[in-house]
């Protein structure tokens, strides 16, 4: 093993990626490493000036793995919580974020994620959370999240699992708690009360008790729903 790959950066790069690739693996999401989005090259471009980016336009560390629809880049924050150093490293993974479009459909394009990891005992600290909130709320070219690591290594999985809970990782429709009828039905007598017509709150308790339907394609019906009720 090199120095190169033993390092500190490399270690925490490792770890993290295989903590992301666990999640998804979890979900029955597939996996595949994608080492061109984290490239200097873009697509379809030969090794030449104006098909590449220089080393110090682009984040030090970098992996890119396509998960599901969403191509996702991993890469570091520096070690000191310093705006200025955000700031830079902010534009670097734009940068980076540019060359793993060029891979990617237009369609595609717009699932672009980039995961940037705070160092170690960055988690719960006032300054840390307010240089991330900054550098999430940098949307250009791709959305960017920040995870923010606990101190004890031995917290990483439980950390991560929150962390995911906000990202494209997250299952709210998921969960081993029992649910009763009830809510449904008074969803029914509901909209008797406030005039809706029965066939509206009909639809979505058929909707909602759909245990094939995919979960985005259920909001499209809902809101569907919902509107041929306005138009009448």
């Known amino acids: ?32 490493s994608k080492p061109s989005y984290a490239g ?3 697509a379809g471009g030969s090794d030449t000036p104006s098909a590449r980016l220089e080393p110090s336009d682009l984040p ?4 890119g793995v396509q998960i599901g629809r969403y191509a996702v880049l991993l890469t570091l924050l520096p070690e000191a919580p310093d705006e200025l150093g955000i700031i830079e490293v902010v534009r670097r993974v734009r940068n980076q974020c540019v060359v793993a479009r060029s891979f990617l459909s237009p369609a595609a394009s717009l699932d672009l994620h980039a995961i940037l990891l705070g160092p170690r005992g960055s988690e719960g600290v006032n ?14 070219v791709a959305r960017k999240l920040v995870w ?3 101190r004890d290594a031995g917290a990483d999985e439980q950390s991560f699992a929150a962390f995911a809970k906000r990202t494209f990782l997250a299952r709210p429709w998921i969960t081993d708690a029992i649910f009763s009828m009830a809510p449904l039905d008074n969803l029914s007598r509901a909209g008797i009360i406030e005039g809706d017509p029965r066939d509206t709150s009909g639809e979505w308790t058929g909707l909602a008790s759909d245990p094939d339907i995919d979960p985005d394609h259920l909001v499209e019906q809902l809101v569907a729903s919902w509107q041929r ?4």
């Open 148 to 150: 923010l690591r606990p």
């Open 229 to 232: 009720r306005n138009s009448t």
């Open 127 to 140: 300054r840390w959370k307010a240089l991330a909130l900054m550098a999430e709320r940098d949307e250009r």
């Open 40 to 42: 200097r090259i873009f």
């Open 60 to 63: 030090n560390q970098v992996r």
């Open 1 to 32: 093993m090199n120095s190169i790959t033993s390092s500190p950066a490399q270690y925490a790069l490792d770890a993290s990626e295989r903590l992301l690739v666990n999640y998804a693996a979890d979900l029955d999401l597939s996996i595949v």
